[in-house]
C-alpha cells in the first residue's frame, strides 16, 4: 500500500536544533517499512504559518487529490498535522487514512465514532496550543515595547544586533536615509524624484533591490526616525538612536500633506483596499471604461499574473453571496440568546465569588504583614526575617492586586455585544443588499479581515467571531437530518 510521509516543526530554531524533522522522519521510515508500506513521497514545513496554506502541506494535499494510489498519511501525532480546524475538514475530504504513529491511532472513514470524538479533542488542543503560543509571543513583543525598544525588524538605515537584541544603526544606510528627509522637506521633489537621487546614491533593500515609490513614502512617514515608534496602534516614545530631528520630520509630514492634497481630484471607488489578487498577492485596483463601467483588476505590481478583470455589478454579487454565509437561523439564533443569558448570570457570579476570594486573600496578606512588623519592634523576630516574609507577602499582594485590576477591567457588555453580533449576522445581508456602495463597504470592513480573488471565485477570511459562525453553519448543513420519529428533543 502506498503512502505519504508528513513531518513539521514550528520554528526555524527547532530545525536547527536537529531533534524534531530528522527524528519524526526516522520514527515514521521504520513504522512503513514494519507495516510494508510503500512511501511514495516526503513533505516536511520548517515555519511558524498560523492559517492554513502552509508550503509542503499544501503540496501534499494536491499530491493526494491527483494520485487516488496514494490513500494513506503518516505522521508523528496530531499537533504536527494540523494547525487549525480548516487542515482536519480538507484531509476529511480527501478520505485518506491518516496514522498518528506515537499515538497508536489510525483515523479514517471507517474509525469508530469514540476514535473520532478523541481526535476531534486532540485538534481543539493542538489548536488551543497554538492561539495560546501567539498570546504569550504577542505578550512578550508588547512588554518590549513598553520598554521603548522595537520588537520587530528594524526599518532600513537600523540593523537588529542579535546579541544583544537591541535596534542600532546601520552605518552604511543611516546618512542616505537622513538626506532623504532632507532632499523631500526642500517642497523641490516628489516621490519619484527623491526616489532616484537615494537610487543613485546607493540606497537599495535589504535584498538589493530598488526601493518601491511605496517604500520610501512609507520611510518618510515613520516616526521611528526621529526616536518614537508605533506598535500596534500605540505610540511609544523609542531608546533607540534617532537619525533625524523631530522638526526635520514635522516638515516633511507638511510637505506630504500638500502632496496628497493636489491628488485630491483622483477617482474612489468602494471595493478597493478591500481584495488582493489569489495568484500573485497584489491589491486589486479599479478602472472606469466609457463614463460608466466600473472593472477591477490585479495592479500587477509583480508582474503580470494572468487575472482576469471583474465588473464591479458582478463583484457586488458575490460580496453579497459572503454576507450570506454568516445570516443565522432564526431558531438557532434563539438558542444562542438564551445561552449567552444563561452564561451571563454564571459569569456574574463567578467574578463577584472571585472578587470576594482575592479581596480576602489580600486583607489575610495584610494582616500578616502588620502582625510580623509588631512582631519586628518588640523582637520577637529578626531584621533579616522580617524582610524576608515582608517582601514575599507584598510580592503576592502585587499578583493578587493585578488579578482583582484585572476582573474589575474585564469587560461585562458581552452578553451585548453578543447580541449585536447575532442581530447583525442576521441581518448583514439584507442590510447590504439595500445600501449604497460606501455603506455596502462600511459593512464588510465589519465582517471581513481580508479577500482574495481568482477569476469569478472569492475567498473571504472572516473576522472573529464571524469566522467561528460560518464554520458552526457549514457543521450545521452536514449533519444528517433526521425523521420527525427520530428528532431529538430540543
Known sequence: MNCVIYARVSSKEQEKEGFSIPAQQKLLRDY????????TREFTDVETAKTAGRTQFGKMVEYLRTHQDAKIILVEKTDRLYRNFRDSLLLEDLNVAIHLVKENEIISKDSQSHAKFIHGIKVLVAKNYI???SEEVKKGMREKAEQGQWPNQAPLGYINNKITHLV???????LLIRRLFELYATGAHSISTVRDAIDSAGLKTRTGKRLAKSTVEMILRNPFYYGDFVWKGRHYQ????????RELFEKVQATLHKACRSKSHRLHFAFTGLLRCAKCGCQMTAEKHKGRYIYYRCTGSRGKCGQSYIREE???EKLAAILHAIQIDESISKWIMQALKESHVEEKTFREAELKRLNRRHGDLQCRIDKAYEDRLDGV???AY???VSVKWRTEQDVVRGQIERLQQANQNYLEQGMEILELAQNAYSLYVRQNLSEKRRLLNCVLSNCTIDGLTLYPTYKKPFDLIVEGLKTIKKLPRLGLNQRPAD
Do not use: Y
Open 131 to 133: 492561539d495560546n503560543l
Open 168 to 174: 542600532e544603526v546601520d552605518p552604511e544606510n543611516a
Open 381 to 383: 523576630i529578626d531584621e
Open 386 to 388: 522580617w524582610r524576608d
Open 32 to 39: 512503513a517499512v514494519k507495516q510494508k508500506f510503500d512511501i
Open 314 to 316: 458582478v463583484l457586488d
Open 238 to 245: 523609542g531608546t533607540h538612536d534617532p537619525l533625524i530631528t
